[in-house]
């Protein structure tokens, strides 16, 4: 440990801090005393099996719940918030193209924000008089409830939506936080006294609005704050990686990656102001995507499409997938030969929902299309959705 681990800022230097991570991009700057255990509610989640594959939550579950046992000795967490909203979202419909999720309508964050956090290392470094080894930064990507300690920096609130809404941006706003043994004095949370296990609750300021609840297609709420992944199409169309389950292909509509419903409706999303975006590296194009264009990408050109997005994770047979579910929903024969072409396709996971699709949009008609593809496959899975077409 080094001098300034352990030490309490003083107040002067901890609003200079706030100011410095400010001017580096990140809108939101609060702290939280890191001494809280609110892991029950993950347990709770973990326990239900309501994470679905997510094999990583459950792997991580106890670091999660205690931020000792990420960093040692660790004393505050300074959460960061950075507000992506875009003003151009505000008017503009959708045109019947295939929806994205906001968040991905970008360079993928995780990269574009990591700068940002490398350099506010370095001024905490230098302002407390510490080393790299006294903290640890994440973006999403680490063990830590993120939405849990932003409401306890007081940040925002969980809504009923799960979401970590703020006052000022609403439920626009990427997570990052910063593990650290400075002991820097504790932001208010909006809710002054925790509950007994020491969580924030969910839906503080919603009141009675249950907009979020109702308007979640795939019924993804078995309770206000709880989000059963399983059911949700962002867990659906980005994590899940193999065959969607059929019962809840119609509900996904047109959204072909990730989905904002819950998100759109909150009344608390009227204050929202468009982001600086210093740390951000927006990609208006891919909203202009035809689902046509969907059907037909090649490997080169989703490699040069979605290059730098956080989409490219989810490779072209995720996206192809994601695309006949859309094109199934959309019911427009148009589409028809491309599918045709993807019910034929090297992926059984691609060629499954193709079947699917064809299905939908042809109905009795679709044995007779797909009667070549049928012929000489022998994928278990993709059997099944031809066999459902008679
Ligand atoms: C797994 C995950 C998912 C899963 C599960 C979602 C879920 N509701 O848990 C799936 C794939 C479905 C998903 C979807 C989305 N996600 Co996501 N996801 C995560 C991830 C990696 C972990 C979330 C988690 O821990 N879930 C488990 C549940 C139990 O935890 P929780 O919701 O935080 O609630 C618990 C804690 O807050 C705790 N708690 C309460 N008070 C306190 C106080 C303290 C001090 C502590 C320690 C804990 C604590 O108790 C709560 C439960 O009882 C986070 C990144 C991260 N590391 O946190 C991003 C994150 C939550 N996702 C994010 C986003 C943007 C989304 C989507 C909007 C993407 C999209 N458009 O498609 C959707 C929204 C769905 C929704 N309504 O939640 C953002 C949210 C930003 C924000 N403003 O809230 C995050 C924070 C990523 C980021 N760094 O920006 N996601
Ligand atoms: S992101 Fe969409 S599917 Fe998931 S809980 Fe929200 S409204 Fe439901
Ligand atoms: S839509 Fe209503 S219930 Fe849902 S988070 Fe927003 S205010 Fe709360």
Redesign the pocket.
């Known amino acids: 440990m080094t001098a300034g681990a352990g030490r309490r800022m003083a107040d002067a230097e901890r609003e200079a801090l706030r100011e410095g991570l400010r001017a580096l991009g990140f809108d939101e700057v609060r702290f939280?005393a890191a001494e809280?255990?609110?892991?029950?509610?993950?347990r709770?989640?973990?326990a239900d099996g309501?994470?679905g594959d997510?094999a990583w939550?459950e792997r991580t579950a106890e670091k999660?719940?205690s931020?000792d046992l990420v960093l040692p000795g660790v004393r505050s967490?300074i959460l960061l918030?950075v507000n992506y909203w875009r003003d151009e979202w505000r008017a503009k419909g959708d045109e019947g193209r295939p929806l994205w999720?906001?968040?991905?309508q970008y360079e993928d964050?995780h990269d574009t924000m990591k700068p940002g956090l490398e350099a506010a290392g370095r001024v905490l470094e230098e302002m407390a008089g510490i080393t790299a080894a006294d903290y640890r930064y994440?973006?999403?990507?680490?063990?830590?409830?993120?939405?849990?300690?932003?409401?306890?920096s007081g940040l925002?609130f969980?809504g009923k939506?799960?979401?970590?809404?703020?006052k000022k941006h609403g439920?626009?706003?990427?997570?990052?936080?910063i593990l650290t043994r400075v002991d820097i004095a504790p932001d208010e949370p909006l809710r002054k006294k925790?509950?007994a296990d020491?969580?924030?609750?969910?839906g503080l300021l919603c009141g009675k609005c249950t907009r979020?609840l109702d308007a979640c297609p795939t019924n993804?709420?078995p309770a206000p704050?709880?989000?059963d992944?399983r059911r949700?199409?962002?867990?659906q169309?980005?994590?899940n990686r193999g065959i969607i389950p059929r019962e809840l292909r119609a509900g996904i509509g047109t959204h072909v990656?990730?989905?904002?419903i819950?998100?759109e409706v909150c009344p608390w999303n009227r204050f929202a102001q468009a982001g600086r975006q210093l740390l951000l590296a927006a990609r208006p194009d891919l909203a202009g995507l035809t689902l046509q264009e969907l059907l037909e990408l090649t490997p080169a050109r989703f490699a040069e499409v979605f290059r730098r997005t956080a989409i490219k994770r989810l490779k072209l047979t995720g996206l192809l997938r994601n695309a006949c579910v859309v094109a199934g929903n959309a019911g427009d024969a148009s589409h028809l030969p491309a599918l045709r072409k993807l019910a034929v396709h090297e992926s059984a996971v691609v060629r499954a929902h193709a079947v699917w699709a064809v299905r939908k949009i042809a109905g009795a008609g679709a044995a007779e299309l797909l009667g070549a593809a049928r012929v000489g496959e022998t994928d278990a899975t993709v059997l099944a959705e031809h066999a459902a077409l008679t």
Do not use: K, Q
């Open positions: 939280a809280a255990e609110a892991g029950a509610g993950l709770a989640w973990l309501l994470h997510m939550m999660r719940a931020a967490v918030g999720a906001r968040y991905a964050y994440y973006v999403d990507t680490g063990p830590v409830l993120e939405r849990g300690w932003a409401a306890r925002g969980r939506n799960a979401m970590l809404i703020s439920n626009w706003l990427f997570l990052a936080s925790p509950a020491g969580a924030e609750p969910a979020c993804a709420f704050g709880v989000v992944a949700c199409i962002s867990y169309t980005i994590e990656y990730g989905c904002d819950c998100l």
